[in-house]
Structures are given as structure tokens and as C-alpha cells.
């Protein structure tokens, strides 16, 4: 029974995501990618900043931190420097990860941390009802822009290749399967990882719905691209709409091996907890009771 409990990772909490919404998708696709590596779900630490889509933490029967606005990268990276064995999953919105929470990005980006870092990116602010986001497309209208977003967009993709990102890929909610596998992969992958994954807004994004995603968006595969060449990578990252190209990219945009972080600094072995640092239960107990 304990056997089957610790790779059982739905946990009993009703989402309060609309009917529709993209982050249901999102939810199943992290379930069927830690079913299918089978990672115990004591060991998975799933971090989320702040939004709708950021209440993914309370759907998971695994640790979780549901952080602060933005900040859930450096929680993140918190959690990995104090144990580096664990499996963190960072999740997030595009207002969150790519708005107030963009600087962290970068940063851990070019440290290259152990982390899979999902952006659930519906173009718009859900919680705050309906206003424009970071990756709106310019032009659009909402209750913010009534004219028409003057701002260009954020191009997630290109920023995390060139900020030092280690596996980068976008995906599709309407597209499961195809999901699951690049977050799978991006658990799998030793260094940082960013999946962008188109996640509609059922409710105020009137405009990307998932059939304007369907119309658009092809699949990267071997015969028509080479994740390994940072070159190709970027151009493919600049197929979007607002550069005038209707067609849009999904799967592996770039693929590389580096060093993480918490292999190349010394103190983090020598600090983090260990095996052989484990707290006794008396302590647990103890640290527990001042709770209760
Ligand atoms: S407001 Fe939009 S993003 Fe938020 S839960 Fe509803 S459909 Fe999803």
C-alpha cells in the first residue's frame, strides 16, 4: 500500500481552476510525466509563485511551496541548495514568471540550476480579471489596453536561451501527451530547464483560444530541427506572430550540456543536507510539536 501511496501524486484538493481552463491539461500532463518516471512523491517539491495558474501546488500529493508573486524561482533554488536530491518543479504564470518574476529567470538561467521551471502562458492576468500580460500579443485588447497593448512582447524562449537555459521547449495543454513527455524530459535533463506552455484563459483571453493555438502551432521533431544548434534554436524561437509569421513552433527548441550550479560549487556538497545529515525523528517530532 505505502509501495503504490508514493507514486500516487493527485492529491485530494478540488482545483479552482474555470471550467476549460489550459492548467487542468498542465496538471495531468506533471501527473503522467512523474508517473512515468515513478520519483517517489516524497522526494518532488513542487514551487509556484502567484495566480491561477500557480494554484497547481495544491493539486499534487507532493511537497509544495506556494510562494510569493515572482518568486518562486528563488524558493526554488532555496530548496535545491538545501537539498540537492530532491526533484524540484517550479510552476508558474506568464504575469508571475515573465512580468514581476522576470530577473529570476535570468538569473537562474545562467547559474543553471537542476530545476524544471513550467510557465502556464495564456497571454493575460486571470486572477486580477482580465488585463494584459508580459506576452500579450501587441495590439491586443483588454480591459487594460482598451486601444490596443502598445508594448512588444516577451519572447520567453529566445530570453531563456540567450539568459544560459539549459533545455528550453514550449508546449501545447491541448496536447497532453506531447506535454507530458517534454516535461518528462526536462525532469530527466541535469541543468535548467524552461517549458513555455501555451495554456488558454478560457474566461478573458478571448482571442488565444486553443483553436487559435491549433490553427497555428507544428511540432519540432529530428527531421525538421536540431535542438543541439543554438543558431537553428533561435531562429526558431522567432517564429511568432509578432515578427509576422503565423506559424508557431512547439517541442524542443534547445538542448545543452553544462555544469549546474550545485555541481560546481563546492559549498553546496559540503553544506546541503546529506544521507548521513538526516535529522532524527526525536527532532522532527520536536520541530512538529511547536506547530501542533
Ligand atoms: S481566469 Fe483564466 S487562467 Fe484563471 S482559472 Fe479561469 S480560465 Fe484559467
Known sequence: MIQELQFSYRSDQKPVFCPGCGDFGVT???????????????????VTGIGCSSSIAHQFATYGIHSLHGRLLPVAMGVKLANPKLTVIGAGGDGDGYGIGLNHLIHTARRNFDLTYIVMNNEIY??????????????????????GAVD???????????????YVARGFSGDIPHLAELIKNG????????????????????YNTYDWFRERIYKLDSSNHNPKDISKALEKALEFPNNGIDRIPIGL???????????????????????ADKPSRELIEEILSRYR
Open 126 to 147: 486571470g486572477l486580477t480579471v482580465g488585463q494584459y500580460s508580459p506576452t500579450s500579443l501587441k495590439g491586443m485588447k483588454t480591459k487594460s489596453s482598451p486601444y
Open 187 to 206: 525532469i530527466l535533463h541535469k541543468g535548467f530547464a524552461l517549458i513555455d506552455v501555451f495554456s488558454p484563459c478560457v474566461t478573458f483571453n478571448n
Open 253 to 275: 527548441f534547445y538542448e545543452a550540456d553544462r555544469p549546474t550550479y550545485e555541481e560546481e560549487d563546492i559549498t553546496v556538497s559540503k553544506m546541503s543536507v546529506s544521507e
Open 152 to 166: 512588444n512582447p516577451v519572447n520567453p524562449i529566445a530570453l531563456a536561451i540567450t539568459a544560459g537555459a539549459t
Open 28 to 46: 495531468a500532463a506533471v501527473i503522467k510525466a512523474l508517473t512515468d518516471l515513478k520519483i517517489p512523491r516524497h522526494n518532488v517539491v513542487v
